[in-house]
């Protein structure tokens, strides 16, 4: 009795398992048959290509639609859009315009969150600047600020008389907020419009290169 039960545990465990490999095979052939007729070299790809493509596991209808918008897989599987800040799904419309990742880059540079940050930086001195990482002007806008902020302090604890010398601080910061702000904005349209600097007056700071002399028309 006991051998008869030990030989059904067996076959209950054979099958199982000849069922199991079974489906293993069948997903195999479910996976080569998606690439069975892909010519790769028809396609313009390099075999090490078409691997890479089967190894990420993109499907063919994905690897048509790149070629169709002319985009390599190689140059897709890199991830090109998390550097450009932008979507996959945005990327890929834009390329599919006939942009590439330059323009890309210069249409997406000026999005909403920066215009936010520039406004901002009207009430918050150098918060554009340090999110920019333009650190040396940010750094210069806090200094600025907080000596105008002791400048003001100072002026109030030592004043015996009702003449308000400290106004002249608080003016000062006043000054350092729309310095911080107008420069943000200005930067957020240079950034959005290149070609505009080449057309500019250098009286302010660009945000991305040195001080220009003033009044100086550049070309």
Not at 146 to 165: R, V
Not at 189 to 207: C, K, L, Q, Y
Request: aromatic share 12%.
């Amino acid at each position: 009795m006991k051998k008869l039960l030990f030989l059904v545990i067996a076959l209950c465990f054979s099958v199982s398992f000849a069922q199991f490999d079974d489906d293993d095979d069948d997903d195999d052939s479910v996976k080569g048959n998606e690439w069975a007729d892909f010519d790769y070299q028809h396609a313009g790809l390099t075999q090490t290509e078409f691997q890479k493509v089967k190894e990420s596991g993109m499907s063919k209808e994905k690897l048509l639609h790149l070629l169709e918008i002319g985009v390599r897989p190689s140059e897709y599987l890199k991830e090109p859009w998390k550097k450009l800040g932008v979507t996959e799904k945005e990327w890929l419309a834009e390329r599919a315009g006939g942009m590439d990742d330059n323009d890309i880059d210069r249409t997406y540079s000026n999005r909403t969150d920066n215009q936010g940050l520039a406004y901002l930086s009207f009430l918050v001195p150098s918060l554009y600047q340090w999110s920019t990482e333009q650190y040396a002007k940010a750094v210069a806008i806090d200094v600025a600020w907080a000596s105008f902020l002791a400048l003001s302090i100072y002026l109030a604890t030592t004043n015996e008389d009702d003449s308000k010398p400290w106004v002249i601080g608080l003016g000062l910061m006043g000054a350092v907020h729309l310095y911080s702000g107008i420069d943000a904005i200005i930067s957020t349209m240079w950034d959005n419009n290149p070609e505009a600097r080449n057309f500019s007056f250098g009286i302010v700071p660009t945000g991305k290169s040195s001080f220009a002399a003033a009044a100086m028309l550049r070309f």
